[in-house]
C-alpha cells in the first residue's frame, strides 16, 4: 500500500509523522519497487509544511455559550428523575451549562464503561446511558462538563496501596475516612487522563479537573506517611517544592494529553490559594496551574473562609467576600502573558454547620449578591454548587 493509499483510507493526515513515513518508506523499499519509492517520495513532496494535527470529533456539537453559567449535577441526578427538572431549570433560566460527575468523590464513575475496559470494575449504572444524556444537552443547547476528581480517591487507594499514601503499613484516610492517591506517580496521572479521555469521547467539551492536590494538611504528616517520591525523590533533598511541581506539572501534562479531543480543560483549586504566593502543603500554585488550563475555577464559598479580607463572618457577607476576592484574583491573572477564562465555584446552599451567628440562610438575594460581585469585577463566568442538586429559583443570572 503506497502512503496516498495508507491516508485515503485512513482520512487522519496527523498520523504523517517522520516516524510513520519512514516506516511506509522501509515498506515500499522492501517491496523492491522503484516505481513505488519514487510514488512514496512523489507524495511527500506534495503535502504541505505545516500538517493540521488530528481532532477526535464524537458526532455532538456544542457552541460556547457567550458565557458559561453552569450548576453541579451528580451521577445520580444525571442519570435518574432529576436530570429533567435541571434541563428545565437550564430553559427557563439564564443558566446553560452543567457540571457532571463522570469520574466521582469516592473514586468510581458514575456510568458503565464498554466490555473490556480497564475501568470496568469501578463503573456503576447511575447514568445508564451517557450518550443518550448528552444528546438530550445538545438538543437543548446545555454545555456539558464532565467532572473528574483526580488525587481523591479511596477505591484506587484501597485497590493499590502502592499508588497511595500508608500508615502503619495501612492505607491512610482523613478523619472523613477519605483515602488519597499519590500526585507524584505517573501511572497515577495516566489513569485519570484515561478516564478523561473518554469522557471526551462521549462528547462532553470540558473536563474539569477536581482535588487536584495532595490531602488538606499534607505537610503536617508527610514525614509519618509511607509513599513513593517517583521522579521527584531527586529534587527533594534540594529545597525545591516538589509537592507543588508534581501538581503542576500533572495539569500541564493532562492538558497536553487532551489537546487531540477538542475539549477544554479546567481546574477547580482553594480559593485562598489565590491569595498567597503558593500553597506548597497541597501542592496548589495558582499562578502555575492556570499558565496551563483554559478556565479555573476557584471555590470561594462565603462558608468556607475563615476571617478574611479583613471580615469576620465572611457566610454573612456574600457580597464582601466575593468583590474582595476577585479584586485579588484579577490581579494574580494580570501577572500570566496568557490568562485562562476565570469561573469560580459560588454558593447555592445555607451553611447551618457554622453554628448560630456565622451563617444565614441562603436564597436568592445572597446568590444574586455573588454574581454581581463577579460581574462588577469583571467576571462573567460562574457555576453554583448545591451538594443535592436543589438550586434556588428566582435569581437573575444575568445582573445589569
Do not use: C
Amino acid at each position: 500500500m503506497t502512503l496516498k493509499h495508507v491516508v485515503a483510507s485512513v482520512g487522519v493526515v496527523a498520523l504523517l509523522t517522520p516516524a510513520f513515513i519512514s516506516s511506509v518508506q522501509a515498506e515500499e523499499s522492501a517491496k523492491g519497487s522503484e516505481h513505488h519509492h519514487r510514488e512514496l517520495v512523489q507524495t511527500i513532496k506534495e503535502f504541505p509544511d505545516s500538517m493540521p494535527r488530528f481532532v477526535y470529533d464524537s458526532g455532538l456539537s456544542f457552541e460556547y455559550p457567550d458565557a458559561v453559567r453552569g450548576i453541579y449535577v451528580t451521577g445520580h441526578s444525571a442519570g435518574g428523575e432529576r436530570f429533567n427538572t435541571l434541563v428545565d431549570l437550564m430553559n427557563t433560566t439564564d443558566l446553560n451549562a452543567m457540571v457532571i460527575d463522570i469520574k466521582d468523590d469516592f473514586g468510581n464513575l458514575t456510568y458503565k464503561p464498554e466490555d473490556g475496559s480497564p475501568f470496568s470494575d469501578i463503573g456503576n449504572t447511575y447514568i445508564k446511558d451517557p450518550r443518550e444524556m448528552l444528546e438530550v444537552l445538545e438538543e437543548n443547547e446545555i454545555y456539558p462538563i464532565a467532572r473528574v476528581v483526580v488525587f481523591k480517591d479511596s477505591v484506587l487507594a484501597e485497590k493499590r496501596p502502592e499508588l497511595s499514601f500508608k500508615e502503619n503499613g495501612a492505607v491512610w484516610a482523613n478523619g472523613r475516612g477519605e483515602s488519597f492517591v499519590n500526585p507524584f506517580l505517573k501511572e497515577v496521572w495516566d489513569y485519570n487522563v484515561q478516564i478523561a479521555i473518554e469522557a471526551a469521547k462521549m462528547g462532553f467539551k470540558e473536563i474539569q479537573f477536581d482535588y487536584v492536590r495532595f490531602p488538606e494538611g499534607f505537610e503536617t504528616r508527610d514525614d509519618s506517611l509511607e509513599y513513593d517520591l517517583g521522579e521527584y525523590a531527586k529534587n527533594s533533598e534540594d529545597g525545591i517544592n516538589y509537592r507543588v511541581d508534581a501538581v503542576s506539572d500533572f495539569v500541564e501534562y493532562a492538558s497536553e494529553q487532551l489537546k487531540p479531543y477538542d475539549v477544554d480543560v479546567s481546574v477547580d483549586i482553594f480559593g485562598y490559594a489565590a491569595t498567597l504566593e503558593e500553597a506548597p502543603g497541597i501542592g496548589q500554585n495558582f499562578n502555575r496551574i492556570s499558565e496551563h488550563v483554559d478556565v479555573i475555577s476557584s471555590m470561594i464559598y462565603p462558608s468556607h473562609w475563615t476571617p478574611y479580607f479583613g471580615i469576620d463572618k465572611p457566610d454573612l457577607e456574600p457580597y464582601n467576600l466575593i468583590n474582595e476576592y476577585s479584586k485579588v484574583e484579577n490581579e494574580k491573572l494580570a501577572e500570566l502573558d496568557e490568562r485562562p477564562i476565570s469561573r469560580p465555584w459560588i454558593q447555592d446552599f445555607t451553611a447551618s454547620y457554622l453554628g448560630a451567628g456565622n451563617y444565614m440562610v441562603y436564597g436568592a438575594a445572597e446568590v444574586q449578591a455573588q454574581i454581581q460581585a463577579l460581574y462588577d469585577n469583571d467576571i462573567n463566568e460562574f457555576l453554583l454548587w448545591n451538594a443535592g442538586n436543589t438550586y434556588t429559583e428566582g435569581v437573575d443570572y444575568l445582573p445589569e
